[in-house]
């Protein structure tokens, strides 16, 4: 099926380990964002990739890196999981903004 | 304060409408959406509105724009069980040739038999 596809989508980290959160698009879009979602606080941009070979940071940035790997894959890296990065993280994609935004399923992260 | 603003939560009857508002800051966006978002998944797109239209209708969904407001709202007839989730609001922002969704926190609608 065409759409998002985010990998792993549960993962249960300690603290100070890394990992990588892995995401992939197959409907050619341009534009492609990574968001947290934490209870009662909506969704919050971490970074995003306007188009293949550029990325910038959103409101929340600190604690992550990306890459965009190329037009279809754009990954999330923590480097040294904390206790309040456990969230649910949304990879999302789009024509530059326009006509929507396709969201994948999400991975549920708890860093203990 | 924040950029795109909900109330947290509306409970209405099977068969009532539902009525979600949102307002947003930024008068330069270009489209504005309504996402759902079931337990346990992700955002799905409902519907969307060019900033130069008032209104649009999908079936049960209609969505009002109020630009002068900055004020855009769901309506959802014949609201049914199925209809309980959280509902977001989101603008566009122009962000150096692209765009960036801003979301509220969304609206979380139960829906009682």
């Known amino acids: 099926n065409a759409g998002v596809t985010q990998t792993p989508k549960f993962q249960v980290l300690k603290t100070g380990q890394s990992m990588t959160l892995q995401c992939a698009q197959d409907?050619?879009?341009?534009?492609m964002y990574w968001y947290r979602q934490d209870p009662g606080m909506g969704l919050r941009l971490i970074y995003y990739?306007?188009?293949?070979?550029?990325?910038d940071k959103g409101e929340v940035p600190n604690g992550y890196n990306v890459s965009r790997l190329n037009k279809r894959e754009f990954s999330l890296r923590l480097e040294s999981a904390a206790p309040s990065q456990t969230s649910v993280y949304f990879c999302?994609?789009?024509?530059?903004?326009?006509?929507?935004?396709?969201f994948g399923s999400g991975t549920r992260l708890t860093v203990v | 304060g924040e950029d795109v603003e909900q109330s947290l939560f509306l409970s209405v009857r099977e068969g009532d409408s539902s009525v979600i508002n949102c307002t947003y800051t930024?008068?330069?966006?270009?489209?504005l959406y309504w996402y759902k978002q079931e337990p346990g998944a992700g955002l799905q797109l409902l519907t969307y509105?060019?900033?130069?239209?008032d209104m649009k209708q999908d079936q049960r969904l209609t969505v009002l724009l109020n630009k002068k407001d900055k004020h855009l709202s769901l309506r959802i007839a014949d609201t049914q069980t199925g209809d309980s989730a959280i509902y977001f609001c989101?603008?566009?922002?122009?962000?150096?040739?692209?765009?960036?969704?801003?979301f509220g926190r969304g609206t979380s609608l139960i829906v009682h038999p």
């Open positions: 999302a994609s789009s024509v530059q903004g326009r006509y929507g935004y396709t």
């Open positions: 409907m050619n879009h341009n534009s």
């Open positions: 990739s306007a188009s293949e070979g550029t990325t």
């Open positions: 930024d008068s330069s966006s270009t489209y």
């Open positions: 509105i060019f900033s130069n239209m």
């Open positions: 989101a603008e566009n922002k122009g962000a150096g040739g692209s765009y960036i969704p801003t």
